[in-house]
Nanobody, 118 residues
């Protein structure tokens, strides 16, 4: 099992910035990746950005100019999502996901609310 603890999120004005963090613990070794997804009310959950344990990143095309994903810490098992120039359309619940590549197993965090509003 892999446990995920998310932090960050909250209310920010348009044009502001927020930083989300997600720490993975437990049996999280070997080829693996972590990612941030988001789900706005009435919409499907969508990928925001992902990063592998070797540092390869992937972004949603519409977000790559404003969002940055990075990893840090012991075994690079903590990821951060720096979100700049936030817009009201970025309002959503943001979820952290951890994937064990060989086992093809996904683990999800509980989600953190991001609200962009004046």
């Amino acid at each position: 099992q892999v446990q995920l603890v998310e932090s960050g999120g909250g209310l920010v004005q348009p044009g502001g910035s927020l930083r989300l963090s997600c720490a993975a613990s437990g049996n999280f070794f070997g080829p693996r990746s972590m990612a941030w997804y988001r789900q706005a009310p009435g919409k499907q959950r969508e990928l925001v950005a992902s990063i592998t344990n070797t540092g390869t990143t992937n972004y949603a095309d519409s977000l790559k100019d404003r969002f940055t994903i990075s990893s840090r810490g012991n075994n690079q098992n903590t990821i951060d999502l720096q979100m700049d120039s936030l817009e009201p359309d970025d309002t959503a619940v943001y979820y952290c996901k951890a994937t064990l590549s060989l086992a093809r197993a996904d683990f999800w965090g509980q989600g953190t609310q991001v609200t962009v509003s004046s």
